[in-house]
């Protein structure tokens, strides 16, 4: 099953999975650690993680743009998710196709849209997997959490910069790269830290430069 197929719930026999029976969505990603699709619900905000024997395809998903050639369509969706026009300035080609593929998801686009607005209080929710399960993360008003599992026994370094972020273990000559990538807006590095957790859980806080919604992490 693709990002984007449509699909049916079906055969769940849990209290809340009863509810979920029949209901459709879109496939949003596959999560490795919790060997579930993640699916996109209308009305929903939270995805709900659903085995593969309970969906039923009822589309493929649509086919990705091949080139990246309508710019002010993208922008106008960008806008409309939330994004201002200058995070545009800096993106490669292969960037830009990859910001345009991914307003074609309907998944992505309906949760930013009930994202709309940053308020200035926002209650706790749960960290939310990216990168097939590689880390969790959670968007607030003005931060960006991050969890990383690791090996607490590991150098575990993290070097955070204003458009990127650098996770790695072992030494200096002999590194690991566990996360590495440029962010999706800018941050204030001196204002953003982290620290290694006694269960092996790496936590990062990303102080953000412009509180705006932020659609994924690492871009």
């Known amino acids: 099953m693709q990002p984007g197929a449509k699909v049916k719930i079906v055969g769940l026999q849990s209290e809340e999975g009863l509810n979920l029976n029949n209901q459709e969505g879109i496939i949003d990603h596959f999560s490795r650690v919790r060997d579930r ?21 009822l589309e493929a998903p649509p086919a990705a743009a091949a080139v ?11 806008e409309a998710m939330g994004m201002p026009p200058q995070m545009l300035v800096d993106l ?23 994202m709309a607005g940053v308020t200035e209080t926002e209650a706790p929710t749960e960290l939310k997997e990216a990168a097939g399960g590689l880390y969790s993360w959670r968007d607030a008003s003005d931060h960006v959490y991050l969890e990383i599992k690791t090996d607490a ?18 030494s200096s000559d002999k590194s690991t790269i566990i996360l590495e990538g ?8 001196s204002q953003s830290k982290w620290h290694l957790r006694e269960d092996g859980i790496m936590a990062i806080e990303l102080k953000k430069v412009s509180a705006m919604r932020w659609l994924m992490v690492i871009r």
């Open 182 to 189: 440029n962010l999706f807006q800018r941050v204030i590095a």
């Open 68 to 78: 990246f050639d309508n710019e002010d369509e993208m922008m106008k969706k960008l």
């Open 37 to 57: 699709y993640a699916v996109s619900l209308a009305g929903e905000s939270e995805l709900k993680m659903i085995k593969e024997i309970n969906l039923e395809v």
């Open 153 to 170: 026994a590991k150098d575990v370094k993290c070097k955070i910069e204003e458009t990127s972020i650098r996770v790695s273990s072992g």
């Open 92 to 114: 490669s080609p292969a960037q830009k196709k990859q910001m345009f593929e991914m307003t074609q998801r309907q998944g992505i686009v309906e949760r930013a849209r009930k």
